[in-house]
C-alpha cells in the first residue's frame, strides 16, 4: 500500500529535488496516494502510475513542473475522483493527461471546465462521468486529442467545439449524446479522426456538409445514430480517409461512385443497416484491399446484381455480400473464374465476359432457363480458350450441354467435376494432362461424350438409369 512511510522511507522520494520522470507504471502497487512528498519535486515533468490498482482521489497536477500525467487503466479498486487545482503550477505546464479506464463518477462539465488551458492531449475514457457537455472548450485553445468515450454524458455537442483549430482527434463514442450534429468549421481543416458513434439516444439530422470539406479526416465514424439523408458526391474530396463506418444509422441514397476516388487510402468501408438503394457503383469494387460491409441496406429492391469484380473479390480483401445469391449469383461467379482461368482476355469472343452488371445468360456461348436464370449450356467452340479448365465448372450444378471444343484448354491434374445435370460434354481437339480427369454426373438424360483422340484417357463415372455413350475420334 502506497503511503506517506512507503514514500519517504522506502524511496524517499521527496529528497529527489532534480528528478524529472516518475514511472512506476505496471506494477502490483495498491491503496491510495500521499500526494505531498511529490508536490516538492519541482523538477518533475513526467508521472506515470498506470497499470496498478491504485484507489482514491486523483490529482492530476500532482507536481509544480509536469507535463505528462498518466494515471490510467488502475483495475480492482481504481481511482473514483478527480481534480484540477489551478493555482498550482502545472496548472500552466500540463500538455498530456490520461486518467480513462477507472471509476471516476463526476460531472463531466466540471472536468471541461477546469482541463488546464494549455493540455494537449486528453484522456478520460471508460469512466463513469456523466451530465453534459459545457461550452468551456473556448478555453483549450492547444486542445489536440480529446477522448472521453464509453461513459454516461447525454444532451448534444456543444457550439464551441467549432473554435478547436489544432484539434487532430476527437472520440466521444458510446455515450447518450442526442440532437443534431453541430457544424466544425475551423476544427474540421485540421482533424484526423472524428468518433461520434454508438450513441444510446443517437444524434438524429443530415450529416453537416462542413464534414465533406475535410481533406485531413483519416477516420470517420458516426455509426450507431439516427442519422438521415444521403451520402453527396464531396465525399470523393477526402482524400486521405480510411475508415468510413456510417452503419447502423438511417440514411439512404445511393452510394455515390465518386467514393472509388479514395482507392489507395481507404481500408474500412461500413455502410450495413441503412437504406441505402440503387445499384451498388462499380468504384467500390476498386478499393484495393478494403473490407466493404453493406449488409441489411435496399440493393435487392432492384434488379442490378453487385459489380462483378467485387463479388469476386479481385480488388477488395472483404465483401459481406459476396455470398448473396442475388446480388453475387453463385453461377456468375463460377464462370467468372472459369473465364479467368481460361485466359478469357485472349478468347477470339469474349462478348459480355467482363461487364460487371450484364447478366450472366448474355455472355457469349451461355444459354440459360427463361424462368430462374439457370446456365444450361455453355458452348465457346473454337473460341481461342487456353489456360485449364476451373473446377468451379462443377458449380454449373444445372448445366445440360458443356462444348468447349476446337480450343487448346487443359484439365488440372486428378481433377474431378461433379456436374448432376449434365447430359453432354464435348472436349474434341482440346490438349489433356497425363493423369485422368473424371467426370460424375447423374442425369437421365445423359447421351454421350465427344472426347476426341485429345482426350482418349475421359472417364465418365455415369449415374443414371438410363445412359448412351459414345467416343469419337478426332481426325
Not at 413 to 428: C, D, G, K, P, R
Request: charged share 15%; proline share 3%.
Amino acid at each position: 500500500m502506497l503511503s506517506k512511510t512507503w514514500v519517504f522511507q522506502k524511496y524517499g522520494l521527496a529528497n529527489l529535488y532534480n528528478l524529472k520522470s516518475l514511472d512506476l507504471a505496471e506494477n502490483k502497487l495498491t491503496g491510495t496516494i500521499d500526494y505531498r512528498p511529490i508536490y516538492n519535486l519541482h523538477s518533475l515533468t513526467h508521472f506515470d502510475v498506470s497499470g496498478n490498482q491504485l484507489s482514491g482521489d486523483l490529482d492530476a497536477l500532482v507536481a509544480a513542473s509536469l507535463t505528462h500525467a498518466d494515471f490510467s487503466s488502475n483495475s480492482s479498486n481504481r481511482f473514483a475522483s478527480l481534480r484540477f487545482k489551478k493555482y498550482k503550477g502545472s496548472f500552466q505546464t500540463l500538455r498530456f493527461c490520461d486518467v480513462s479506464n477507472n471509476v471516476i463518477q463526476i460531472d463531466v462539465a466540471n472536468i471541461v471546465e477546469n482541463i488546464p488551458s494549455n493540455t494537449e492531449r486528453f484522456f478520460m475514457s471508460s469512466n463513469q462521468m456523466y451530465g453534459t457537455l459545457s461550452d468551456s472548450f473556448n478555453d483549450l485553445p492547444k486542445l489536440r486529442e480529446f477522448n472521453i468515450a464509453s461513459n454516461n454524458i447525454n444532451g448534444s455537442l456543444p457550439g464551441s467545439l467549432n473554435i478547436l483549430r489544432e484539434l487532430r482527434q476527437f472520440n466521444i463514442s458510446s455515450n447518450a449524446l442526442s440532437g443534431k450534429l453541430p457544424g466544425f468549421a475551423d476544427s474540421f481543416a485540421t482533424l484526423e479522426e472524428l468518433d461520434l458513434s454508438n450513441q444510446a439516444s443517437g444524434f438524429t439530422g443530415s450529416i453537416p456538409d462542413d464534414v465533406w470539406r475535410s481533406l485531413s479526416l483519416k477516420v470517420l465514424n458516426l455509426a450507431g445514430n439516427g442519422l438521415t439523408g444521403t451520402i453527396p458526391a464531396l465525399v470523393g474530396n477526402l482524400a486521405v480517409l480510411e475508415v468510413f463506418d456510417l452503419s447502423n444509422n438511417l440514411l439512404k441514397g445511393t452510394i455515390p461512385s465518386q467514393m472509388g476516388q479514395l482507392e489507395g487510402s481507404l481500408n474500412s468501408l461500413y455502410l450495413s443497416n441503412n437504406a441505402f438503394d440503387g445499384p451498388i457503383p462499380l468504384q467500390v469494387g476498386q478499393l484495393e484491399g478494403a473490407s466493404i460491409l453493406l449488409k441489411d441496406n435496399r440493393f435487392h429492391d432492384t434488379s442490378t446484381t453487385a459489380p462483378r469484380s467485387l463479388c469476386m473479390l479481385v480488388s477488395v480483401k472483404e465483401f459481406d455480400l459476396a455470398n448473396d445469391a442475388t446480388l453475387c449469383p453463385p453461377e456468375r461467379n463460377a464462370l467468372s473464374d472459369f473465364y479467368d482461368v481460361a485466359k478469357g482476355v485472349e478468347w477470339t469472343n469474349g462478348t459480355n465476359w467482363r461487364d460487371e452488371y450484364a447478366s450472366y445468360c448474355d455472355w457469349k456461348g451461355v444459354t440459360c432457363d427463361e424462368e430462374m436464370n439457370h446456365v444450361k449450356k455453355l458452348n465457346l467452340t473454337n473460341n481461342g480458350l487456353s489456360g485449364r479448365l476451373s473446377k468451379s465448372i462443377g458449380n454449373l450444378v444445372f448445366i445440360e450441354e458443356l462444348d468447349l471444343s476446337d480450343n487448346d484448354i487443359k484439365v488440372m491434374s486428378s481433377a474431378q467435376f461433379i456436374m448432376i445435370s449434365l447430359a453432354f460434354v464435348s472436349f474434341i481437339a482440346n490438349s489433356h494432362q497425363t493423369t485422368t480427369p473424371t467426370l460424375f454426373s447423374y442425369s437421365t438424360q445423359f447421351t454421350g461424350i465427344d472426347s476426341g483422340r485429345a482426350w482418349q484417357s475421359f472417364r465418365p463415372h455415369l449415374f443414371a438409369s438410363q445412359l448412351q455413350c459414345f467416343h469419337r475420334s478426332g481426325t
